[in-house]
């Protein structure tokens, strides 16, 4: 760990109540007319940061929590919460972290790099994906471009606002959900939306 992630990591209490007093990045979404998707999430693979390509299709009958994540951003503390939440829920849930550096260089680092660092420091199991952009643009991650367009999910035109945001996808491959990064794992509110 860098002196700067062993200083993020020390602050991010201090970031978390920052962040949740003045309202920043703490927005939730839902699907409130429950739009099916006109394109099927199950279509889409997404490539892992060991090379491996594995289908969505894969996790039908789960929910799928799709987040993009940064080892040096001040919400990467979060990967620990979202660890514990896997494991809570392995039966119903699986978690995909998709690496990128959209946002002011904050993972640099290579696929092997990201994945030693996630497990080592945090404990990470869940899936990563292979480092990608998620912001809108032409190099944007197929499953990033599924969640941001409301012509494929059917309500949602949001792109990450930062790292760390998170997309809820149910059982049946409905988009329910979008949390902002400040929202954190173990929050109640995710927490509802897994258990309905």
Not at 72 to 96: F, M, P, W
Not at 113 to 118: D, H, R, W
């Amino acid at each position: 760990m860098t002196p700067r992630q062993k200083i993020l990591k020390f602050l991010y209490p201090l970031f978390v109540l920052i962040n949740k007093t003045n309202k920043r990045h703490n927005k939730i979404l839902y699907n409130e007319k429950n739009v099916s998707p006109a394109n099927s999430i199950y279509e889409l693979s997404v490539q892992l940061n060991n090379g491996a390509i594995e289908s969505l299709s894969k996790y039908r009958n789960k929910k799928i929590l799709l987040v993009n994540t940064a080892s040096d951003c001040g919400y990467t503390n979060q990967y620990e919460a979202l660890e514990s939440l896997y494991e809570k829920n392995a039966d119903k849930l699986v978690i995909i972290g998709f690496p990128a550096n959209d946002f002011k260089e904050q993972e640099k680092g290579s696929d092997e790099e990201i994945a030693q660092f996630c497990k080592i420091h945090y404990g990470v199991t869940f899936p990563l994906a292979k480092k990608s952009t998620v912001r809108k643009s032409d190099q944007q991650n197929e499953v990033f471009r599924w969640l941001s367009d409301k012509n494929k999910n059917g309500w949602l035109d949001r792109a990450p606002r930062w790292n760390f945001s998170k997309y809820l996808v149910n059982e049946n491959g409905m988009l329910t959900h979008y949390f902002e990064p400040a929202i954190e794992p173990l929050a109640k509110e995710l927490a509802e939306a897994i258990q309905s």
